[in-house]
C-alpha cells in the first residue's frame, strides 16, 4: 500500500520518508524555530515537524515530577514552557515551504487538530496518545493520512488505534515502531517490529528513533523495510529543555539523510542480474572452455588439450556446464592454444 503526504508518496519502492522533528527543541524562541527549519532543509529531510500542545490539556491537576526528567519543576512547568506558541504557525508554515520542507506539527487534543489542518498535510498521534481514541478518530475524519507513534504501547493498543482511524473511512495509515525512553538504548528498539506491522496490517511501517545513534537505527530500519524514518533533532545538546540531550546535532542530522539515500541505492532492486559496471571482470574474469594446445580438425577433445580457464581478453568460449558435454568429441575444425571452444566446434 502507498500513501500520498503532500507531493511525496510513502511505502514500498518509494524513497524513504524522512521527518526531521523539531519537536519543542525551540525553547519558545521564533528565530530558533526558523533554525531548526534551516537544519532540516539543509539535511535535506523531507518535513520537519513541531508538536502542538497545551500543559492544562495534557496532565492533571497536579501530575508531580517526572523521575526521568531529573528536573526540580514539576512536569506542568516544564510542559508549559514547551508550548508551541500558535501565532507562529502561519510565518513557519511559510519559511519551511520556502526551504522545501513539508511542515508537520502533532496534535495532542482535538482543538489542537483543528488549528493545524489548515497547515499539515498529515496527523501525526504521539505514543502517549496512541490510546487516545477520541483524539484519533477526530484526526482521521480530517481524511488526511495520520502516522501513529507506537511507543510504550501494547499489540492490543496499537490494533484499537488502527481500527480507530479504519472505523471513521481512514485506511491512509502509517505506524511508527518507537521506544518511549530518551534516549532509548539501541538494544531496545526492536526493529523487526516494523516488519510486523507491515505484515499484520499491511500498511506502510518506519521507526521513531529516540536513540541517540543517528546511524544505527535508522540504517538498520532501511534494511528491513522501513518507509518513514522520523529522528529528533537539536541546534545544541547542551540547550536548556528536556528533549535536546537525546536528540541528534545538526551535523548528524545531515549525515543520517545521507546516509539513509546511501543506503537506499546500496539496496538496488530484488532482482539479480551482471551489471553494466561488472561486465568488463566477467568478460575477463568469468571462466569458459579453452583449449590449452593446438588442436587439429578431427581430434578428440579430452581433458589433456581443453580446461575451465579465465579467458582475459582472449575471446571467451562456451560457459563451463558445456565442458563435460565437449570432452570426448571430435574438433571440426583445427583450434589454437588459448582459443574458446564455441558452439560448431565440435560434433
Same mark, same amino acid.
Not at 211 to 221: H, N
Not at 266 to 284: N, P, R, V
Given at each position: 500500500?502507498?500513501?500520498? *503526504? ?15 522533528? +523539531?519537536?519543542? !527543541? ?47 519543576? #514539576? ?5 508549559? /514552557? ?22 508537520? @506539527? ?15 498535510? @498529515? ?7 496512541? /490510546?487516545? =481514541?477520541?483524539?484519533?478518530? %477526530? +484526526? ?11 511507543? @510504550? ?19 491512509? =495509515? ?12 539501541? !538494544? #531496545?528498539?526492536?526493529? !523487526? ?32 523495510? +522501513? ?32 546516509? =539513509? ?15 553494466? =559496471? ?12 579453452? *583449449? ?9 577433445? #579430452?581433458?589433456? !588439450? ?39 566446434? %565440435?560434433?
Amino acid at each position: 500500500m502507498k500513501i500520498k *503526504v503532500g507531493n511525496k508518496f510513502i511505502g514500498d519502492g518509494e524513497p524513504c520518508f524522512i521527518i526531521a522533528e +523539531a519537536g519543542s !527543541n525551540h525553547n519558545k524562541k521564533l528565530d530558533m524555530a526558523k533554525k531548526l527549519i534551516d537544519v532540516a532543509a539543509d539535511a535535506d529531510a523531507d518535513a520537519v515537524k513541531f508538536q502542538l500542545f497545551k500543559a492544562d490539556k495534557l496532565y492533571v491537576g497536579k501530575p508531580g515530577f517526572a523521575d526521568y526528567l531529573e528536573n526540580k519543576k #514539576s512536569i506542568y512547568e516544564i510542559i508549559k /514552557n514547551m508550548e508551541f506558541p500558535v501565532e507562529w504557525l502561519d510565518e513557519l508554515f511559510s519559511y519551511a515551504d520556502k526551504r522545501g520542507l513539508l511542515f508537520l @506539527a502533532t496534535p495532542f487534543h482535538e482543538e489542537a487538530v483543528d488549528v493545524l489542518d489548515g497547515y499539515v498535510p @498529515a496527523h501525526k498521534i504521539a505514543s502517549y496518545e496512541s /490510546n487516545h =481514541i477520541p483524539l484519533i478518530k %477526530y +484526526a482521521a475524519k480530517k481524511r488526511k493520512p495520520l502516522f501513529i507513534s507506537t511507543g @510504550a504501547s501494547t499489540l492490543e493498543e496499537i490494533c484499537e488505534a488502527v481500527e480507530a482511524a479504519r472505523s471513521v473511512g481512514n485506511e491512509n =495509515i502509517v505506524l511508527l515502531q518507537c521506544v518511549a525512553k530518551y534516549p532509548a538504548p539501541i !538494544n #531496545s528498539l526492536n526493529l !523487526n517490529v516494523i516488519r510486523f506491522f507491515k505484515k499484520k496490517f499491511h500498511i506502510p511501517a518506519g521507526l521513531s528513533d529516540h536513540s541517540r545513534d543517528p546511524l544505527i537505527g535508522p540504517l538498520t530500519s532501511i534494511g528491513i523495510g +522501513a518507509n518513514v524514518i522520523e529522528k529528533h533533532f537539536t541546534l545544541d545538546n547542551k540547550l536548556p529543555g528536556p528533549d535536546h540531550k537525546f536528540a541528534v546535532e545538526p551535523k548528524e542530522l545531515k549525515r543520517m539523510v545521507f546516509a =539513509i539515500r546511501e543506503a537506499e541505492k546500496a539496496l538496488g532492486k530484488e532482482e539479480k542480474q551482471i551489471l553494466s =559496471i561488472e561486465q568488463e571482470l566477467y568478460d575477463f574474469a568469468k571462466r569458459a572452455v579453452h *583449449v590449452t594446445r593446438d588442436i587439429k580438425k578431427n581430434e578428440i577433445f #579430452s581433458q589433456k !588439450n581443453i580446461a575451465v580457464l579465465r579467458p582475459g581478453k582472449v575471446k571467451r568460449g562456451l560457459p563451463p556446464k558445456f565442458f563435460e558435454k565437449i570432452i570426448g568429441k571430435k574438433s571440426t575444425r583445427d583450434i589454437f592454444r588459448d582459443e574458446g571452444v564455441l558452439e560448431g566446434d %565440435y560434433e
